[in-house]
């Protein structure tokens, strides 16, 4: 049989446009010579829908596309993943379920077994999860049919979280070969992890599987795509872009397939992962056009690259806002980067607009020259200045921040953290650093001197960033083992780390978790990023605490 695997780019809630591009990705794989177009978890509404399938009009409008998307894909079968109606009259009303469609009609569902509620998943807050496994029969093949986390939980998880194993129930009946639609979140080193699962799964079956992934943007959660056909033996025979669309076809009598060049990892991986997102999240929120504030530093420098390629260097409007701190070298920098980049940028001093902040504020609260006041207006000023020119351009305002910056509230509430998406905000102070040098390893794009001097906010005379906090290489590194191992001081400690600056590192975490919840959006690129997937408590015990910024 051959099979087609359509790595749809679905919008979460247009059900029309989804049912369109899979009827033309259908289209597309009959035209191959597929028997069998298999679609990823979800493909009729988009992951995750969140709480959209708590309302029933937009249950119903799944069930009507259905129906309709039935009779168009007749001829040759489609599995495809949607929302469906618990047939039982007891449990949560609807189902994560793989249906297929065949000769204008739904001729099987399977429902998913395993519902993940944990990191960025809750999927027990919406859906009843199956409670048996039955094969899908097609021209004399028996096909076990799985969703995403069906294969990927292991002994412990089949112990603990989940009442039985779809692969083994599945493997006792004697399938052919398996399936799974997956929507699965891309972090660092994903595609080689959901390989391995893969690769499990079709040895504990002792058959083929076929895995179909999502790809594109959906807010935070980026897809990888990756789709692929794992032999029995491990090997893969079939395997599809990363980070795009694509339709490949998996031929399992001769264990041969389309195979697309394995895409690289590090900054090139995540390079193209924050271009997707930022490219999807405009596209799907209806922005033409991209806004930040380009200050002569490494975080705005590398932001500006990641939009002009995103969006198209004629869609970015970049901002100069020198204040009397700027120094003449960072607002060369900043020029000369917009010209490399062939981005507008235009100069608006803040020195007039700080002026009358300091006379307004003169009689309530003295001189607040050189104060952290004055150095959190210049940043509010600029964050108004940046949302302004959004307002007029109907243009995404981007944030600048990173993720040390976020994670330590070394950034300012209404000033540097204002926009509407965070593209690095998952990124560490290091590996925006690593980013940058990515990005001029062909040539110099972004000048040597943002990437050499030493950072700072340049919001005081002759600030830098280590007067505020531990030298980036140290503080990165706690911040890791802190916030994506889940460590605890003393835990941390023992991997070498000062336990004073330690304790310190995780104070700032704590105390400043009230500011990353009224940050914008981060794209995900790690295990653990702030957003769904991070959720603590503001108000909570805490050891020392700093005044807001």
Not at 106 to 111: G, I, N, P, S, T
Not at 278 to 302: P, Q
Not at 472 to 483: G, K, R, S, T, V
């Amino acid at each position: 049989m051959k099979v087609a695997l359509a790595q749809i780019n679905p919008t979460v809630g247009d059900i029309e446009g989804n049912c369109q591009k899979i009827a033309d990705f259908h289209q597309r794989a009959v035209a191959a010579g597929a028997e069998l177009t298999v679609f990823p978890e979800l493909a009729l509404v988009g992951y995750p829908p969140l709480d959209l399938v708590s309302r029933d009009d937009f249950v119903e409008r799944c069930h009507q596309a259905l129906g309709q998307l039935a009779t168009q894909l007749a001829g040759v079968p489609a599995l495809v993943g949607c929302v469906l109606r618990n047939p039982e009259a007891s449990g949560r009303p609807i189902q994560n379920a793989a249906v297929l469609l065949a000769d204008g009609q739904l001729r099987f569902v399977q429902a998913k077994s395993r519902l993940p509620s944990y990191d960025v998943f809750d999927e027990e807050r919406y859906f009843e999860a199956a409670q048996e496994q039955k094969p899908l029969e097609i021209g004399g093949q028996k096909i076990g049919v799985t969703i995403c986390e069906d294969i990927w939980a292991g002994p412990e998880d089949d112990r603990r979280r989940y009442p039985f194993d779809p692969v083994a129930e599945l493997a006792t009946q004697g399938v052919d070969f398996l399936v799974n639609l997956s929507a699965s979140p891309f972090h660092a080193g994903k595609g080689k992890e959901r390989e391995e699962v893969a690769r499990s799964a079709a040895a504990k079956a002792s058959v083929p599987l076929l895995l179909v992934n999502q790809v594109g943007g959906n807010d935070s959660l980026l897809f990888d795509g990756r789709s692929l056909a794992i032999a029995a033996d491990g090997r893969v025979f079939a395997r599809a872009e990363a980070f795009s669309e694509d339709l490949i076809i998996a031929d399992l009598e001769t264990g041969k397939g389309d195979m697309r060049p394995e895409a690289s990892e590090g900054e090139a991986e995540l390079f193209r992962a924050i271009v997707m997102g930022l490219r999807d999240y405009m596209e799907k929120c209806g922005f033409t056009r991209a806004v930040l504030g380009l200050s002569g530093g490494i975080d705005s420098a590398v932001t500006a690259v990641l939009a002009a390629e995103a969006a198209g260097a004629y869609r970015v409007q970049t901002l100069a806002m020198p204040s009397p701190y700027s120094s003449p070298h960072s607002r060369r920098d900043a020029e000369e980067l917009a010209r490399r980049l062939e981005i507008d940028c235009a100069a608006i001093p803040i020195t007039p607009m700080l002026d009358a902040y300091r006379q307004s504020l003169s009689a309530a609260m003295g001189d607040i020259k050189a104060s952290l006041t004055e150095e959190n207006l210049q940043a509010r000023i600029r964050g108004a200045l940046v949302m302004a020119f959004g307002n007029q351009q109907g243009a995404l305002a981007l944030a600048t921040g990173n993720k040390s910056e976020l994670a330590t509230g070394y950034c300012t509430m209404y000033g540097d953290m204002a926009g509407g998406l965070a593209p690095i905000g998952d990124l560490l102070k290091g590996q925006v650093y690593q980013m940058a040098n990515f990005i001029n390893r062909q040539e110099e794009i972004i000048p040597r001197r943002i990437i050499e001097r030493p950072p700072s906010a340049e919001l005081r005379p002759d600030q830098c960033d280590q007067d505020s906090l531990p030298p980036y290489e140290q503080l990165d590194a706690i911040l890791a083992l802190h916030l994506t191992e889940r460590l605890g001081q003393d835990a941390i400690v023992a991997h070498g780390y000062p336990t004073e600056v330690v304790s310190e590192v995780i104070q700032m975490v704590a105390r400043t978790e009230f500011k990353r919840r009224q940050a914008p959006p981060v794209l995900r690129v790690t295990r653990q990023a702030f957003g769904e997937g991070r959720r603590i408590p503001i108000a909570r015990g805490l050891m020392r605490k700093s005044p807001a910024k």
